[in-house]
């Protein structure tokens, strides 16, 4: 064990095998990480290797077998002893992998050491899951759920050693009301394997019961919520996987499997959707009236279809070109440090999160929540929208790279409320365009953004209903349209989208709470090109 000068930890170095050479190997403490290089001249150096030791997701003892002890000369000498080394091996586009390096010697008290020393490193990581609680949905997207949890994540939490209690979802709401249930309290975390359905789910769950337990009252629009400490992995096995490829960047089981086992965290928002003092639901991407409300409530009429349906009623709801009529209240969210407009994208360690959230809390704690809103002017806009949208993050997916807000941030206390009014047909096919390619889908005229921390919507027709100024004829007959009168047509309320679920109530209110939920995420990592095997040319990097 070499001790480093100015009071630095110690750090292990020795020459050991990997394959059929030799390499020099160090375990560094101070720096946190195992590092492996080619001790030959640098005219025939190799790669020169390190792996953090957060990223490293378990050791063991290995015994050759006569494949392995196929090395060279060594085996006639001296029986050999080994340790493998399971580690993250990042590939492109985010995606992770579970990778091995077994390392030999001669020397079987210098092998204990190496094995002690990294298991002792390994324990030190405490913020690594121990037990885990998990919901499966077998019904989900391709009904590959339950499948993809047994081939692909249980050996990894089997290696990794993690204790797992497995429940089968039967039917709706069965994962949100074992929650209120079971312990949660002896978990690390709880993990749902599905789409984001499952997700909202486990989330009300465990929003829901935090608020149970700590007595406060989620009918209260204004009640300041408890944050819930207990992290929700996603292992993506549904129709849309937006939430996890929003937070990670790819949504892939494996990947996602990895980033639970290490233990990573990201803070996440969420919004608490209100109607006359009664709490509907909460939202963490997607709050969509007009065009996204229409899709999905079309769209459920035809889950025989399967994850078709959405490009048919997609087609379909582009097609009626309906708007609606209505009036939108809403707060800036002036303690945030960027803007809807800017190129600023929210990746792993995000500066603008961390300064919002900061400032959020100084805020609450000079003027109070209640004393705040009251204080602060709502901007009110009256208008005809094809499409209203609130969004707490991105919202990417494969078929919209940097989704409906590029800059939407997941953990800074607020949403970007996206309002599209009325337009022509091609207009709002060159807006939907937009999402799929790197132009601002934001310059338009018709396309206006905002950063709020809460709003209100009421549509027309319950604000002619509440006001009581629809006469008989329209009470009996109908609102027709007023631009349209050739056409008859009725107008009527949409449907709120609310992460994938319906909400019919027309008058709501939107308030987000600045990181009240963590995921077992990092956010997406900035220039993951080809990491594969954390390889670097230059020596200076491992020492």
């Known amino acids: 064990m070499e001790r480093l000068p100015g009071g630095r930890r110690p750090r292990l170095v020795s020459s050991l095998g990997l394959g059929r050479r030799s390499w020099e190997v160090t375990l560094d403490e101070e720096r946190g990480r195992l590092a492996w290089r080619d001790p030959r001249p640098p005219r025939r150096a190799g790669e020169n290797c390190f792996v953090p030791i957060s990223e490293i997701i378990a050791v063991e003892e290995t015994e050759f077998n006569k494949k392995q002890r196929n090395i060279g000369r060594w085996q006639k000498m001296a029986k050999l002893h080994a340790f493998t080394v399971h580690y993250v091996k990042k590939a492109r586009n985010h995606r992770w992998r579970c990778s091995a390096a077994t390392f030999w010697c001669v020397d079987e008290h210098l092998c204990n050491q190496w094995t002690q020393a990294l298991k002792e490193l390994l324990e030190m990581q405490k913020s690594r899951p121990k037990q885990l609680l998990v919901y499966i949905n077998p019904y989900g997207g391709k009904r590959q759920g339950k499948r993809i949890y047994e081939q692909k994540v249980a050996p990894l939490f089997s290696l990794a050693s993690i204790s797992t209690d497995v429940v089968i979802t039967e039917h709706a709401n069965h994962a949100k009301d074992n929650l209120f249930e079971?312990?949660?309290?002896?978990?690390?975390?709880?993990?749902?394997?599905?789409?984001?359905?499952?997700?909202?789910?486990?989330?009300?769950?465990?929003?829901?019961?935090?608020?149970?337990?700590?007595g406060i009252d989620q009918n209260n629009p204004k009640a300041s919520l408890v944050q819930c400490n207990i992290?929700?992995?996603?292992?993506?096995?549904?129709?849309?996987?937006?939430?996890?490829?929003?937070?990670v960047g790819i949504s892939d089981p494996v990947t996602s499997a990895l980033h639970i086992i290490v233990g990573d965290c990201q803070p996440l928002d969420v919004s608490s959707v209100h109607h006359n003092n009664t709490f509907l639901r909460y939202s963490v991407s997607l709050l969509g009236y007009g065009f996204y409300g229409d899709i999905l409530k079309d769209s459920e009429k035809k889950r025989w279809m399967g994850p078709m349906r959405y490009d048919y009623s997609g087609f379909k709801t582009f097609l009626s070109h309906h708007y609606y009529e209505g009036t939108i209240a809403y707060q800036p969210a002036k303690h945030t440090h960027g803007s809807p407009r800017d190129k600023e994208s929210c990746r792993t360690g995000c500066y603008i999160c961390k300064q919002s959230e900061k400032q959020l809390v100084e805020q609450n704690k000079?003027?109070?929540?209640k004393h705040e809103e009251g204080e602060e002017e709502w901007k009110v806009i009256k208008g005809k929208f094809l499409a209203i949208?609130?969004?707490?993050?991105?919202?990417?997916?494969?078929?919209?790279?940097k989704g409906l807000s590029p800059a939407a941030h997941l953990a800074d206390g607020s949403a970007d409320l996206i309002l599209v009014r009325k337009c022509s047909r091609f207009d709002f096919l060159r807006y939907l365009v937009r999402h799929t390619n790197q132009d601002d889908q934001f310059d338009f005229p018709f396309v206006d953004v905002y950063r709020v921390k809460c709003f209100q919507f009421t549509s027309k027709l319950s604000e002619d209903n509440e006001s009581n100024v629809m006469d008989i004829g329209k009470k009996r007959f109908g609102q027709f349209c007023r631009d349209h009168p050739a056409c008859c047509c009725n107008i009527v309320?949409?449907?709120?989208?609310?992460?994938?679920?319906?909400?019919?109530?027309?008058?709501?209110?939107?308030?987000?709470?600045?990181?009240?939920?963590?995921?077992?995420?990092?956010?997406?990592?900035?220039?993951?090109?080809?990491?594969?095997?954390?390889?670097q040319s230059s020596v200076e990097q491992l020492l």
């Open 366 to 369: 000079e003027h109070g929540l």
């Open 389 to 401: 949208n609130a969004v707490n993050m991105s919202c990417a997916c494969p078929r919209s790279p």
């Open 493 to 535: 309320n949409s449907t709120w989208n609310c992460d994938g679920e319906t909400l019919d109530s027309s008058a709501i209110e939107v308030r987000v709470h600045c990181q009240l939920m963590k995921l077992f995420a990092r956010g997406i990592e900035e220039d993951c090109k080809d990491e594969a095997a954390h390889s």
């Open 231 to 247: 992290r929700i992995g996603i292992i993506p096995a549904g129709s849309t996987d937006c939430i996890c490829y929003s937070t």
């Open 182 to 214: 079971v312990n949660i309290y002896k978990y690390d975390g709880v993990v749902c394997v599905g789409g984001d359905g499952m997700f909202s789910e486990v989330m009300h769950g465990l929003i829901g019961r935090m608020q149970k337990d700590s």
